[in-house]
């Protein structure tokens, strides 16, 4: 199962782990899995140049450019087909098998 949790939760979840409070004091007063706090705190300190790894602000601008890349690839398979169909050509068939309707 994963949960989403807010994003200034987990921002002050590392704080105070950082800050050497203990992790079970954390995890049971924010309700949230030690498991996923000692995650977060290695995060942060990854983030704040205190151990080797990628930052978050990296990771975060990845995953919004592979989406982009997914939603533009999506529109250039749409404007194929359309131009397709406009100009009486045989359509592209989409990705994923599906087929449009004959006339």
Do not use: C
Not at 54 to 62: A, F, G, N, P, Y
Not at 71 to 88: H, I, R, W
């Amino acid at each position: 199962m994963h949960f989403e949790y807010p994003t200034e939760n987990r921002r002050v979840a590392s704080q105070r782990l950082i800050a050497g409070e203990p992790v079970t004091s954390v995890a049971s007063g924010l309700s949230v899995n030690p498991a996923t706090l000692y995650r977060w705190k290695k995060q942060a300190l990854i983030d704040e140049g205190l151990l080797p790894g990628v930052k978050s602000v990296e990771t975060d601008e990845l995953a919004k450019a592979q989406r982009t890349i997914r939603e533009l690839q999506a529109e250039l398979e749409l404007v194929k087909t359309a131009s397709a169909l406009f100009n009486g050509e045989e359509p592209v068939s989409p990705k994923g098998g599906s087929r449009l309707p004959e006339h």
